[in-house]
């Protein structure tokens, strides 16, 4: 486990008392299709990017080298959301980039020159890594002529830090990333509870060319892309070997404006179809999908995707593979739910537009693929929620609510007798509320209606308000179309509350199957009808 991942200490010295030992790797996670998810929370997962406390540390740096200390974390947050990342290479020709200002290649050196320190302590000891970026941002404000006090006038400087050489991914990066995030202000906090960094809006316009005002075309295969062709491309083979049969899930190792920009460069000899951005409120399509992207840079060996497609052993992944890749990096300890719900859309796309089976050997890592050099998404990548992201959108699953109103009586509904009352009172409903019903020993069942056009193996979910007054055993019965009890199911609905709590998952007929939930159990309490989910 990387060292700014324990949850221990929370002062900048513990902090660099640890990193002073240097970087420990990190356990290899299972790859798809048997990954383990995560058990953390999203907010849990992101509080513990940022464990220790660092403004003393950006301050330092700022007041070292005549820096805004607010530049300083605006920059770290664009580039990793002030995680001290170990980074890796995706692209031949872009260095690894390290720590939580992601200085990578020359800045590295550089950065070590200027401040007397080897180039380890500028990668791996935060403190170093941020005092290395601000050494060249100073350096690159007397190139320029930067007026110090002005922090607007630091945007040439920091696009010069990025790297970044397209005019157009220069003027997203600063206007959209680093001085967005200047203007709204961001902050983490420790697994404890105390700040980490902290970054106040400040209304600042950056003093560089803006973004082009004129309308971006639509990706030619995904319409909510916007296309932005890359040269980096090549015809696929005409014969099998060129059909679309896989997409394969990429981390950039760098923020997003600067992927796309290196992926566009003639130079880079890299391309992938897609980007996605951080946050998920952009995806750039770069190649398009019947064309041979240039992201994998091995042949297929099948014994790697559980002998799946061996029929492809020995041929280039590209032939017949789609990329997509993800601003951010393999190392990093969770991923932005607004990042992985667009990339599912999108994936759920190619594979319905490509005849693609939307499962973990269909939709694979890098790493799994090329694990000689490359372990992108990383351990972290949340697996088995991104593919059941991607089925659901390919395949919507059906809900059927306890108000009529809400569903589509040609698909599902529900029937309740005058016992059971209409509810709203305990917050975390689905829909517009719920019923509720005593518990005793009678035959008067909510039951929940849903129609299936085709036999189809299915699992049920169900939705309750959780409260101390609710049934321990509440008894959920599984009923097919002919009339076939296929299971009883008895859960607590005294926890479990606001969210899907999955019931099971059974064979069904075609026509009107139904999951009903009895009244009939310990009385004294009571059971909730919300809704239930079929998927």
Same mark, same amino acid.
């Given at each position: ?67 805004? $200390? ?79 006090e002005d922090l607007g006038a630091w945007a040439p400087a920091a696009a010069k830090l990025s790297g970044i050489t397209h005019s157009g991914a220069q003027a997203q990066y600063i206007h959209n990333q680093v001085y967005d995030v200047l203007r709204k202000g961001a902050v983490a906090s420790t ?118 497609m061996c029929d492809l052993q020995n041929v280039s992944v590209n032939h017949f593979a789609v990329g997509i890749e993800h601003g951010g990096y393999a190392s990093q300890a969770s991923f932005p739910a ?192 919300? $809704?239930?989910?079929?998927?």
């Open positions: 486990m990387h060292p700014f991942r324990k949850p221990m200490v929370a002062t900048l010295a513990a902090a660099l008392s640890l990193a002073a030992c240097g970087p420990q790797e990190p356990i290899p996670a299972p790859e798809t299709p048997a990954a383990v998810e995560d058990s953390r929370t999203p907010a849990q997962r992101e509080a513990e990017r940022t464990p220790y406390e660092l403004d003393s540390a950006f301050a330092q740096a700022a007041a070292e080298f005549r820096v805004p $200390a607010d530049l300083l974390k605006a920059i770290s947050y664009t580039e990793t959301h002030w995680e001290m990342v170990k980074g890796e290479v995706e692209f031949e020709g872009m260095p690894a980039a390290y720590g939580l200002m992601a200085l990578r290649g020359g800045n590295v050196t550089l950065a070590a020159r200027l401040l007397g320190v080897s180039e380890e302590a500028v990668r791996t000891e935060p403190l170093h890594n941020i005092r290395g970026a601000a050494a060249l941002l100073s350096a690159y404000a007397d190139e320029l002529k930067v007026e110090r697994p404890e509870g105390k700040v980490a960094v902290s970054l106040r809006p400040t209304q600042v316009q950056a003093q560089f060319a803006s973004p082009g005002v004129h309308a971006m075309a639509a990706g030619p295969d995904y319409a909510a892309a916007i296309w932005r062709p890359s040269p980096n491309f090549g015809p696929r083979p005409t014969d099998s070997t060129g059909d679309v049969q896989i997409v394969v899930i990429h981390t950039c190792e760098s923020g997003y404006s600067g992927c796309w920009n290196w992926l566009t460069d003639t130079a880079s000899g890299v391309s992938a179809h897609y980007v996605v951005n951080e946050s998920g409120s952009e995806i750039s399509q770069l190649v398009r999908e019947a064309d041979r992207g240039w992201h994998v840079g091995a042949k297929y060996d099948c014994s790697l995707n559980d002998s799946k607004g990042q992985l719900d667009a990339s599912a859309k999108l994936t759920c796309d190619i594979t319905k537009d490509q005849g693609i089976v939307p499962d973990s050997y269909h939709i694979v890592a890098h790493g799994r693929l090329q694990p000689a050099s490359r372990t992108d998404p990383g351990p972290n990548w949340p697996w088995a929620t991104y593919i059941s992201k991607v089925q659901d959108y390919c395949n919507p699953p059906l809900i059927i609510d306890s108000n009529n109103a809400n569903n589509d009586s040609s698909k599902g509904y529900v029937e309740v007798s005058a016992n059971w009352a209409s509810a709203s009172a305990t917050a975390g409903y689905y829909g517009s509320g719920y019923y509720s019903a005593s518990t005793a020993a009678v035959s008067d069942p909510a039951t929940f209606y849903f129609y299936l056009p085709a036999a189809a193996t299915k699992t049920i979910d169900a939705w309750w308000t959780a409260g101390t007054n609710r049934s321990s055993t509440a008894p959920f019965l599984i009923t097919n179309a002919s009339g076939t009890q296929l299971a009883k199911v008895s859960v607590n609905q005294q926890t479990g509350g606001g969210t899907w709590n999955t019931l099971g998952t059974w064979s069904f007929p075609a026509g009107w199957n139904k999951v009903q939930l009895s009244r009939w159990t310990t009385s004294g309490y009571v059971v909730i009808a919300d $809704a239930i989910r079929v998927r």
